[in-house]
Protein backbone atom coordinates (compact mmCIF):
# COMPACT_ATOMS: atom_id res chain seq x y z
CA UNK A 1 0.00 0.00 0.00
CA UNK A 2 3.27 2.71 0.97
CA UNK A 3 4.69 1.82 -2.43
CA UNK A 4 1.07 2.28 -4.29
CA UNK A 5 1.63 5.93 -2.57
CA UNK A 6 4.86 6.79 -2.97
CA UNK A 7 4.52 5.36 -6.73
CA UNK A 8 1.39 8.19 -7.24
CA UNK A 9 2.98 10.41 -5.56
CA UNK A 10 6.40 10.07 -8.35
CA UNK A 11 3.80 10.13 -10.71
CA UNK A 12 1.75 13.26 -9.92
CA UNK A 13 5.08 15.23 -9.33
CA UNK A 14 6.13 14.54 -12.82
CA UNK A 15 2.75 15.40 -13.99
CA UNK A 16 3.18 19.12 -12.25
CA UNK A 17 7.06 18.94 -13.69
CA UNK A 18 5.93 18.32 -17.28
CA UNK A 19 2.78 20.87 -17.16
CA UNK A 20 4.27 23.74 -15.76
CA UNK A 21 7.29 23.75 -18.68
CA UNK A 22 4.92 22.97 -21.60
CA UNK A 23 3.96 25.99 -23.68
CA UNK A 24 0.71 27.30 -25.94
CA UNK A 25 0.85 27.42 -29.58
CA UNK A 26 1.95 30.87 -29.24
CA UNK A 27 5.42 29.65 -27.30
CA UNK A 28 3.77 30.92 -23.34
CA UNK A 29 3.69 28.66 -20.61
CA UNK A 30 -0.17 28.72 -18.94
CA UNK A 31 0.63 31.16 -16.13
CA UNK A 32 2.00 33.70 -19.00
CA UNK A 33 -1.85 33.14 -20.49
CA UNK A 34 -3.06 33.16 -16.92
CA UNK A 35 -1.09 36.70 -15.88
CA UNK A 36 -2.68 38.09 -19.53
CA UNK A 37 -5.84 37.47 -18.50
CA UNK A 38 -5.75 39.14 -15.27
CA UNK A 39 -3.87 41.91 -16.64
CA UNK A 40 -6.85 42.52 -19.47
CA UNK A 41 -9.34 42.21 -16.82
CA UNK A 42 -7.97 44.52 -14.20
CA UNK A 43 -7.10 47.01 -16.92
CA UNK A 44 -10.92 46.71 -18.30
CA UNK A 45 -12.12 47.22 -14.29
CA UNK A 46 -10.17 50.26 -14.36
CA UNK A 47 -11.11 51.59 -17.66
CA UNK A 48 -15.31 51.09 -16.71
CA UNK A 49 -14.71 52.57 -13.07
CA UNK A 50 -13.46 55.83 -14.61
CA UNK A 51 -15.66 58.53 -14.99
CA UNK A 52 -14.04 59.72 -18.06
CA UNK A 53 -14.24 56.19 -20.02
CA UNK A 54 -16.79 54.13 -18.71
CA UNK A 55 -19.51 54.83 -21.45
CA UNK A 56 -17.02 54.13 -24.18
CA UNK A 57 -16.58 50.57 -25.64
CA UNK A 58 -12.89 49.91 -25.31
CA UNK A 59 -11.70 46.58 -26.01
CA UNK A 60 -8.28 45.57 -24.30
CA UNK A 61 -6.18 42.69 -25.76
CA UNK A 62 -2.81 41.57 -23.39
CA UNK A 63 -0.31 39.69 -25.07
CA UNK A 64 3.33 38.82 -22.55
CA UNK A 65 1.84 41.56 -20.66
CA UNK A 66 1.45 44.73 -23.59
CA UNK A 67 -1.66 45.62 -23.34
CA UNK A 68 -3.28 46.71 -26.67
CA UNK A 69 -6.61 49.39 -26.51
CA UNK A 70 -8.60 49.55 -29.72
CA UNK A 71 -12.23 51.27 -29.91
CA UNK A 72 -13.58 54.78 -29.94
CA UNK A 73 -13.35 57.71 -27.78
CA UNK A 74 -14.61 61.00 -28.12
CA UNK A 75 -11.65 63.55 -27.77
CA UNK A 76 -7.81 63.26 -27.37
CA UNK A 77 -7.90 63.69 -23.63
CA UNK A 78 -9.85 60.52 -23.31
CA UNK A 79 -7.40 58.81 -25.23
CA UNK A 80 -4.61 59.96 -23.93
CA UNK A 81 -6.58 58.69 -19.97
CA UNK A 82 -7.30 55.56 -21.27
CA UNK A 83 -3.56 54.95 -21.85
CA UNK A 84 -2.41 56.26 -18.26
CA UNK A 85 -4.83 53.92 -16.81
CA UNK A 86 -4.04 51.05 -18.31
CA UNK A 87 -0.21 51.83 -17.56
CA UNK A 88 -1.56 52.02 -13.59
CA UNK A 89 -2.15 48.42 -13.63
CA UNK A 90 0.41 46.17 -11.87
CA UNK A 91 2.65 43.52 -14.69
CA UNK A 92 1.57 46.02 -17.29
CA UNK A 93 4.99 46.07 -19.35
CA UNK A 94 3.61 48.44 -22.22
CA UNK A 95 0.36 50.19 -24.01
CA UNK A 96 -0.35 49.97 -27.39
CA UNK A 97 -3.18 52.93 -28.08
CA UNK A 98 -4.97 52.22 -31.67
CA UNK A 99 -8.13 54.13 -30.29
CA UNK A 100 -9.53 56.44 -32.45
CA UNK A 101 -11.44 59.44 -32.00
CA UNK A 102 -15.00 59.35 -32.60
CA UNK A 103 -16.58 62.45 -35.10
Known amino acids: ?9 ILLLVGVISLSS ?3 PAGRTPGEVIDDATITAAVKAKLFRDPYL ?3 AISVTTFKGEV ?3 GAVGTEFQRERATAVARSVPGVRAVHNL ?3 KY
Open 68 to 70: TLT
Open 99 to 101: LKL
Open 54 to 56: SGF
Open 1 to 9: MKRKVIILL
Open 22 to 24: CRT
